[in-house]
């Protein structure tokens, strides 16, 4: 790879995490608000939004920190894809 490849790369891998931790931010202020807003109403709606967006926020973060590409369980996984697919050319 030229330096400027590992750079857009480096820049795009940055990027992406950046973008996860903004999202926990937001996570984190939001539903700290609708806990305090469900404890003084006595509605406990903050309970379903907290989970539905978590959800989402860990197949975020899964994305970002482990499948993304030149992630360690993908570049493993593609390692092995390799290691057999050459393994199986090589055999007559």
């Known amino acids: 790879m030229?330096?400027?490849?590992?750079?857009?790369?480096?820049?795009?891998?940055?990027g992406r995490?950046?973008?996860?931790?903004?999202?926990?931010?937001?996570?984190i202020v939001v539903n700290t608000g609708l806990a305090v807003l469900s404890t003084f109403t006595g509605r406990h709606f903050a309970l379903l939004s907290a989970f539905g967006w978590g959800l989402g926020l860990?197949?975020?973060?899964?994305?970002?920190?482990?499948?993304?590409?030149?992630?360690?369980?993908?570049?493993?996984?593609?390692?092995?894809?390799?290691e057999r697919l050459q393994k199986q050319q090589d055999k007559p």
């Open 2 to 14: 030229t330096p400027e490849e590992i750079d857009r790369l480096a820049r795009k891998r940055a």
């Open 17 to 27: 995490k950046l973008g996860w931790y903004i999202h926990a931010l937001v996570f």
């Open 58 to 82: 860990m197949i975020h973060g899964l994305v970002v920190f482990i499948l993304q590409p030149g992630g360690s369980l993908r570049e493993r996984l593609v390692s092995q894809e390799r």
